[in-house]
């Protein structure tokens, strides 16, 4: 499975319901090797970081496997606009 931006994002809407989502690879020559995401969602208000991370890594627990590092902003949507607003 070639891990790409698009098959990411678009898993992380589809299965956390996320209303915004931001991928990068940040791997040398853009290999899919190493990603940065930003993700929001309502599914994580009320729930501490590592239960949001732990959600993001339980839905990309395949991908994880293929990717060398993973480095991720989990927020609410009210999180996001207080970040969007500073």
């Known amino acids: 499975m070639a891990v790409t931006t698009d098959h990411i994002r678009d898993k992380l809407i589809k299965e956390i319901g996320a209303m915004h989502v931001e991928v990068e690879d940040?791997?040398?020559?853009?290999c899919a090797a190493s990603f940065k995401v930003l993700i929001v969602s309502t599914q994580f208000e009320g729930k501490?970081?590592?239960a949001r991370h732990r959600m993001v890594n339980t839905c990309l627990a395949e991908e994880l496997k293929e990717i060398h590092a993973f480095e991720q902003k989990t927020l609410t949507p009210e999180q996001w606009e207080?970040?969007?607003?500073q």
Not at 82 to 85: C, E, G, L, R, T
């Open 48 to 50: 501490p970081l590592l």
């Open 82 to 85: 207080k970040q969007k607003a």
């Open 26 to 30: 940040t791997s040398p020559n853009r």
